[in-house]
């Protein structure tokens, strides 16, 4: 047989591109009447689960009007 991961593959499927994103969630946000979205973002507290929700928690406002508690 083949390589799951090899032909599973979808090319740009998860690329990192913050003006894409930055540009969908504009959309959504006209979309939905809102200026801005407060999200509640919950973990356990193990040092990766923390690391994890730190790193989430730094992407998520990259984006215009996002509040992370």
Do not use: M
């Amino acid at each position: 047989g083949k390589d799951f991961a090899d032909e599973s593959y979808v090319k740009g499927a998860v690329d990192y591109n913050l003006a894409e994103a930055k540009k969908y969630w504009a959309k959504g946000l006209k979309e939905t009447g809102k200026k801005s979205v407060s999200l509640t973002l919950l973990s356990d507290d193990t040092d990766v689960a923390k690391r994890t929700t730190e790193f989430v928690q730094s992407q998520l406002t990259k984006l215009p009007g996002v509040k992370i508690t």
